[in-house]
């Protein structure tokens, strides 16, 4: 999966498309993984532009845990935004909304991290 990174300041702003379910979720987590690794207290801080996603499943939701327990334990931050209806409501119901900063757009989740737009 294409993550389309784009650096703005010290945040780094990723923007996956289509479906992360079980088909996609393994590839959006291998996209993902390399851009942990720089996000860490003094390191990018990560915007996810959710904009470009469909659906996400549980396997999905899992992939992103994994990724925020990783940002977390090395300092770091990384937030979503621009989350779809659909997407949204699977966050909410698996209370997912409680584990991330949510924005509802780029501009906003770059004004919270500190990233130019």
């Not at 977390?72 to 997912?96: C, D, H, N, W, Y």
Request: with cysteine; glycine share 8%; proline share 4%.
């Amino acid at each position: 999966m294409e993550l389309q990174p784009q650096q703005s300041g010290r945040t780094l702003v990723l923007s996956p498309a289509g479906r992360i379910d079980h088909t996609h979720a393994d590839a959006f987590k291998l996209a993902l993984d390399p851009h942990l690794r720089d996000c860490t207290k003094d390191g990018v801080a990560l915007v996810i532009d959710f904009s470009g996603v469909n659906y996400i499943s549980s396997i999905g939701l899992r992939a992103l845990m994994v990724a925020i327990k990783q940002v977390k334990a090395q300092g770091g931050r990384m937030v979503l935004a621009a989350l779809q209806p659909l997407v949204l409501e699977v966050f909410t119901i698996s209370r997912f909304d409680m584990l991330f900063e949510i924005f509802p757009d780029r501009d906003a989740a770059l004004a919270a991290v500190g990233g130019a737009s």
